[in-house]
């Protein structure tokens, strides 16, 4: 049966359970606590980008690149290769899809997006459906239910659309008894509906759970609970998706395809809307009784994520948390995520994806994500705020990693980065790590393999901390290190509100005081970045200075693809590129002899003293170049996922999407 037939299924009740342990619809909604045990299983559904299998892919743009041949099972290879179809394939290890699920697992595994979307989607029409037999429960009460019952609703439809495009919006219980024959609508159709259930969700829900007579009582628990601010945002995001240039240029297109549209032209009045839910969004996160607020990036030791003073509020703890009894992050910025499941999750696979698996100096499976040098060339540009292709960045090709925007010191792993931090033994079975002590990502370093290091010259430390290797260890039980990646926090908010403003041609918006350069500068401000120079507050280059502090602010999140494809990017030079850095260092490795674990003289090579008495990022290098490793083979119809055969087969008026 596919997907979309369980949308058509007798269903009255939301668990699977013996006839004899039936609970009536009076009974099961009745109470709040009755009816929120009902909506608990929608969160227990979201699943976890970055551990839903033990290797799993999500970012899909021109952001990461695998190892080869190890990584070749997994998505976003596929992606490489323009097979979207692999999506739901089995091996695909993707949250989309691709697996069995089951929305009562407590396992990490169970939950994908595709597998539980309609069946979520359903438990909100029943539950709205029944809200007048929640007779024993205050108007407050009632307001927390209907309100997420929307949020929810309005969620999974978004999730679905922004790889699926435009989808039957369903609003009602299907009755099982009748074929399937509801039509694919319009993509722009889609959000402004998904725009409009967020809206009515942000009406009913609080400031903050705290707050409430319910999240009183269950006091601490409420930290994953919909909330005002993020359903305006979600508002905002959905309206700023449907004025986007890909819709704008064919707005009443299921699948809009990209055709000669330019990725400037949004279309404005509808833009207008989306900073007016924005504004209000923002104003909501920074109301006194909020929750959230921006982390700080407070460090004494960047390379190692060292706080200045001691704090669980900082940059690094929105993704992952180390020594804190498996706390799952997020910290005071994260405005949406999954509930999380497990301790330890994170430490037996996605902890272990990171580094190099040169002589297993990272264990487990030999699967590497690791950014492309283009991306970060463009995404992280100089500590004046100018892209390092911009004429008055002052951008050095023989000092590459010199005067950078903070956040590639936090993110990025570059040559002559100590990824290990402990020492390493000069003899025995520790000799053969020592040239990996160091990292020399020049062209045939010792770290630059395309099947075991780096393909690109980076490594990646924004999700997983590079001290999770096998010496420092920071995968090992004692430390405790948990990771989740939000689906929403507080910074995006900030960068769609200005993407919004500047869209629409509006100053302000939502009773929001902050101009499009205010709030970018708001983040920047928080790393210590340069603020928005005057020559680039207005028109595309302004557009492009928010779409720049996108790529950094939210590197590695998962979002790239969807941004790529909403603004006509995805099939264009060089967006459709992964590329490698290539150089050599001034400084010459030495070649030093070492005994072996069984005694034997070895030679290895291992960085100069220069490298261990000095700061990386200050130094010399020539021949700095890029190299194309991959050119994507994207079309018009990469611009949105395949359905399923077996979906697009339910009936006739379901159909595929171009081209596929």
Same mark, same amino acid.
């Given at each position: ?433 020592? *040239? ?194 991959? *050119? ?29």
């Amino acid at each position: 049966m596919g997907t979309l037939a369980l949308m058509g299924s007798s269903c009255t009740d939301y668990l699977d359970k013996e006839p004899s342990s039936e609970v009536s619809s009076e009974v099961a909604f009745q109470n709040f606590n009755n009816f929120q045990g009902y909506v608990e299983e929608i969160y227990n559904c979201i699943p976890d980008k970055e551990s839903c299998y033990w290797c799993t892919t999500f970012n899909w743009g021109e952001d990461e690149i695998m190892n080869a041949g190890e990584g070749d099972n997994h998505f976003s290879h596929q992606m490489d290769l323009g097979n979207l179809r692999y999506w739901f394939n089995g091996n695909s290890q993707n949250y989309l899809g691709g697996r069995e699920v089951d929305p009562t697992s407590d396992d990490k595994f169970n939950h994908r997006i595709w597998g539980h979307a309609f069946y979520c989607i359903r438990k909100c029409n029943l539950g709205l459906e029944n809200l007048a037999l929640m007779t024993s429960a205050t108007q407050e009460e009632r307001n927390l239910i209907e309100g997420q019952l929307y949020f929810f609703r309005a969620w999974w439809h978004e999730e679905l659309v922004q790889y699926l495009g435009g989808l039957p919006y369903l609003d009602k219980v299907l009755d099982g008894g009748q074929a399937l024959q509801e039509p694919r609508l319009p993509y722009r159709e889609c959000c402004e509906r998904i725009a409009a259930d967020f809206a009515k969700a942000a009406e009913l829900l609080p400031i903050n759970w705290e707050e409430t007579t319910p999240g009183r009582a269950n006091s601490g628990h409420n930290q994953v609970r919909a909330t005002r601010a993020a359903a305006l945002a979600y508002a905002g995001k959905a309206l700023l998706w449907a004025a986007s240039p890909l819709t704008n240029g064919d707005p009443d297109a299921i699948a809009p395809q990209p055709g000669s549209s330019n990725t400037y032209a949004y279309n404005q009045a509808t833009a207008a809307k989306a900073a007016e839910y924005l504004g209000k969004a923002l104003l909501a996160a920074n109301d006194s009784k909020s929750p959230y607020a921006l982390v700080k990036f407070d460090y004494s030791d960047i390379y190692n994520h060292v706080e200045t003073t001691s704090s669980d509020n900082n940059y690094h703890e929105i993704f992952y948390t180390v020594s804190q009894n498996w706390m799952q992050p997020g910290s005071t910025e994260c405005v949406f995520r999954g509930p999380g499941h497990e301790g330890n999750g994170t430490n037996w696979n996605f902890a272990k994806l990171w580094g190099s698996k040169i002589n297993s100096l990272v264990e487990h499976d030999k699967i590497i994500h690791m950014p492309t040098a283009n991306y970060v060339n463009y995404a992280y540009g100089m500590a004046n705020g100018r892209a390092l292709d911009d004429p008055q960045s002052g951008f050095d090709p023989t000092h590459p990693f010199k005067d950078r925007d903070p956040r590639f010191y936090h993110d990025i792993i570059f040559d002559g980065f100590r990824f290990v931090t402990t020492t390493i033994g000069e003899e025995g079975d520790d000799a053969q790590f020592r *040239e990996q002590q160091y990292c020399d990502f020049e062209t045939n370093g010792t770290m630059r393999h395309d099947n075991l290091g780096s393909r690109t010259g980076y490594f990646c430390q924004k999700l997983i901390p590079h001290q999770c290797n096998k010496y420092d260890n920071y995968y090992g039980w004692s430390f405790s290190l948990q990771a989740y990646l939000p689906y929403m926090r507080l910074a995006e908010i900030y960068l769609l509100y200005a993407e919004a403003l500047a869209a629409s041609g509006q100053n302000t918006a939502g009773g929001c005081t902050l101009t499009a350069v205010d709030a970018i500068n708001v983040l920047r401000n928080r790393v210590g970045c340069a603020e928005v120079a005057d020559d680039l507050k207005s028109g595309n280059a302004l557009m492009e200075t928010i779409r720049r502090e996108r790529a950094c602010e939210l590197a590695f999140e998962g979002f790239r693809w969807n941004d790529l494809q909403r603004w006509c990017l995805l099939d264009k030079a060089p967006y459709n590129l992964k590329q490698s850095a290539e150089f050599s260092r001034i400084m010459p490795n030495e070649i030093i002899e070492v005994k072996d674990a069984s005694g034997n003289t070895m030679k290895i090579s291992i960085e100069n003293e220069w490298y261990r008495n000095n700061d990386p990022r200050d130094a010399e290098v020539k021949g700095w170049s890029l190299s194309t490793i991959v *050119e994507r083979p994207f079309t018009a119809k990469h611009y949105w996922f395949p359905f399923p055969d077996s979906e697009v087969y339910l009936y006739e008026d379901f159909k595929q999407n171009p081209g596929w």
